[in-house]
């Protein structure tokens, strides 16, 4: 991706592996969750602008974990608003 990709935005939907299964019943499972937050770290590595983002659906509890997730990792997370 270095050098074709200048910024990417990964969505992040839940601040934990439990719930991101129940949000998203993701093909590959619980192992999914820490597998995006692997892919957002090595994306740091190669791409200069890596961030997260939540939907502001969630409760203000979860949105405040996810920004101690984005923190602990040193990627911004940007809040969308549900149109």
């Given at each position: 991706?270095s050098?074709?990709?200048d910024?990417?935005?990964i969505?992040l939907n839940?601040?934990?592996?439990?719930?991101y299964l129940?949000i998203t019943?993701?093909?590959?499972?619980?192992e999914?969750?820490?597998s995006l937050?692997?892919?957002a770290q090595?994306?740091?590595?190669v791409?200069?602008?890596?961030?997260f983002?939540?939907?502001?659906?969630?409760t203000e509890?979860?949105i405040?974990r996810c920004?101690e997730i984005?923190?602990?990792m040193?990627?911004?997370?940007?809040?969308?608003?549900?149109?």
């Amino acid at each position: 991706m270095s050098g074709l990709v200048d910024s990417i935005s990964i969505s992040l939907n839940a601040p934990s592996a439990d719930e991101y299964l129940k949000i998203t019943n993701p093909e590959f499972g619980i192992e999914s969750f820490q597998s995006l937050l692997n892919f957002a770290q090595a994306s740091k590595k190669v791409i200069g602008d890596v961030y997260f983002s939540v939907v502001d659906i969630l409760t203000e509890e979860q949105i405040l974990r996810c920004k101690e997730i984005s923190e602990r990792m040193n990627i911004p997370l940007k809040i969308r608003h549900k149109a």
